[in-house]
C-alpha cells in the first residue's frame, strides 16, 4: 500500500492528485483574454457610451409600427417557404449522405467521400454560403434555399452518421443471418434504431432554418431578412420592432410544431393525446427513446 | 446434411481460433457443443452461416460449399439456416410480429418488406408461431417490453419462420435463468422435433446438454476433443474439456 502511494506521489496528508498543466492552461487563457481585450480595443468607457446609444434606440423602437403589413407578410412567407423548402431537401439528401459516412456499415472508399461532404457542408456558416450562392443563381430566395440546404445536410449528416455509428450490431448481426439483402438490413436492422433520433435532429434542424431564413435576407438572399436590414439603414425603427415580433412569433409557432412532430413519431401521441397533454404519459414509459 | 471439413479461422494471423475443425450434423437431433469461454464455439457456429469468414475449410451443406458462395448465393443459402442467439438480437424498436417476419427479409424483396407488404401465408405462420412459442396476444408489442425468457422465444419464432433446415443457436440460454432455461431448451427440443430439422447448439451449462442433447462435442483450444453420447460424458472427459478438476466437486 505504502509502495503504491509512494510510486503515485500521494501522500496522506495531500490524497489528492496535482497537475500542473491545468492550472498553467488556466493562467494562459486568462493572459490571452488580456491580450486579446487590449488588442481589439475593448475598454469599460466604450461600453458606456454604447450602452447609452443603446437605450435611444430602444426607446425608438416602440410603439411597433405595423403599417407596411403586406411588405412583412410577404417576407415572413418567403422565409417560411426558405426554412421548408432547404430543410425538406437538406433531410432527403444528408440520409443518404450520412448512411455512406457511416464506417460501421460502409468500407472506407464510400464514407471518406461523403465525409468529406459533410465535412464541406459544415465548414461554413449559412450567410457565408449564402454569399457564394447569391453570387452563383442571384439575389433572391433560390439562394437562400441552396445556403440552408447546404447547412442542413452538413448537420443532420453529421449527427445522423453518429447515430448509425452508435448503434447496437446485434439485430444487425441477426436480420443478416435470415438472408436478407442489404437494403433490407437497413431498414428493418439500422433504421428502426435510429429513426426516432433522426425525427429529433430534423425537427431540430427545421428550426434552426426558420432562424437561419430571416438571416440570410441581408446578403440578398431571399426572406425577411432583406426588409429588416433596408428597414434598419432608413433607422424605420419602428417597423425594425414590428419585423422582430413577427420573427418571434415565428420562430414560436415553429417550436409549437417541431414539438408536436417529435411527440407524435417519438412518442406515438396522437393529436388528441397532444392537445390533453398526454403526451408526458408516454414519454415516461419510452424513457429510453431519446 | 452439414459436414464441417478442415475448418479453421484466425482473427489474428497466427493464432488460430479453430483449427482443422471436422464435424458432420445428421439430418435431425440436437447437438450440443461445450468448451470453456474462449475455445471457439462461437466462431465455430458463426462461421457455418458466415458470420464470420472461415480462414479455409469448406462448409458442406445440401451438397453447397457455403464457404465459396458470397453475394446474392450466401444470402439464399442463409435463408435455410435459422439463428437463435445469446442476447437475442431482436430489433428492440419493432413489434414482435415484425421481428418475427424479419425471418422472411430473404424471401421478400427490399421494397416489399419497407412497405411491410408480406404474403398472407408468411403472416398467417407467424401467427402460427407466436401460439406455438406461447407468445399469441403479444404481436403488435414493441419487443423491448418483453422480458428475457419472452425475447428468447421471439427470437427462436423468427428463425423457424426461415423454413430453415438447420437451426443454429449460440448461448440461447446463457442470459436466461435456470428456470426459463430449460423451458428455452423445451422449446428448441420441440421445434427441431417437429419440424425434424437438426439443432445446433453452443452451451455452458453442462448438465442442461446432458439432459437435452443427444449428442455433446467438447471443444478445447479451437478443436474437438469430445464427440459422442451424454452418458459418455463422465468426469475424466469434463476434465479433458474444461481442464483442471476443482470445479467438479
Partial sequence: MTDRAAASSLTPADPFRRDVWPRLAAIALVAYVIYACSRLDVSWERVEAGLANASHFFARLFPPNFERRDLLVKGLLESLEIAVLASTLGIVLSLPIGLCAARNLMPAWVTWPARAIIVMARSFHPVIVAIVFVKAVGFGALAGVLALTVASIGFIGKLFTEAIEEISLKPVEAVRSTGASFLSVLTYGVLPQVFSRFIGFATYQLDSNLRNSTMVGIVGAGGIGGTLFAAFQRFDYDFVCAILIAIITLIMVGEVLATAVRAIFIENATLIDLVRGGGKMRRVRHAEDD | ?249
Avoid at chain 2, 411491410?116 to 402460427?128: L, N, T, V, W
Avoid at chain 2, 407466436?130 to 407468445?135: F, I, N, S, T
Avoid at chain 2, 443457436?169 to 425434424?196: F, N, Q, W, Y
Fill in chain 2, 1 to 249: 446434411m452439414l459436414a464441417l471439413r478442415n475448418l479453421s479461422k484466425s482473427y489474428v494471423a497466427g493464432t488460430p481460433v479453430l483449427q482443422d475443425v471436422n464435424l458432420e450434423v445428421g439430418a435431425r437431433g440436437i447437438t450440443a457443443i461445450i468448451g470453456a469461454s474462449g475455445t471457439g464455439k462461437s466462431t465455430l457456429i458463426r462461421c457455418i452461416n458466415r458470420l464470420v469468414e472461415p480462414t479455409s475449410g469448406a462448409i458442406l451443406f445440401h451438397n453447397q460449399d457455403l464457404a465459396r458462395l458470397s453475394g446474392p448465393a450466401l444470402r439464399r443459402a442463409r435463408r435455410h439456416i435459422g439463428m437463435v442467439f445469446q442476447e437475442y438480437n431482436l430489433v428492440e424498436r419493432l413489434t414482435v410480429m415484425e421481428n418475427l417476419l424479419t425471418g422472411r427479409l430473404g424471401y421478400v424483396s427490399a421494397w416489399r418488406a419497407w412497405r411491410r407488404k408480406f404474403s398472407p401465408e408468411d403472416i398467417g405462420r407467424a401467427f402460427e408461431l407466436l401460439d406455438v412459442v406461447g407468445l399469441s396476444g403479444f404481436a403488435q408489442q414493441r419487443a423491448d417490453a418483453l422480458s428475457g425468457g419472452q425475447r428468447q422465444r421471439v427470437g427462436i419464432a423468427r428463425a423457424v419462420m426461415q423454413e430453415p433446415r438447420l437451426l443454429l443457436a449460440d448461448e440461447p440460454t446463457s442470459s436466461l435463468d435456470p428456470k426459463t432455461s430449460v423451458e428455452i431448451m423445451e422449446l428448441l427440443t420441440t421445434v427441431g422435433r417437429s419440424r425434424s430439422i437438426p439443432v445446433l447448439v453452443n452451451m455452458h451449462d453442462v448438465e442442461l446438454a446432458k439432459r437435452f442433447a443427444e449428442r455433446i462435442v467438447g471443444m478445447r483450444g479451437g478443436k474437438i476433443v469430445f464427440d459422442g453420447v451424454a452418458a459418455d460424458l463422465d468426469d475424466a472427459k469434463l476434465t479433458m474439456i474444461y481442464g483442471g478438476e476443482g470445479w467438479l466437486q
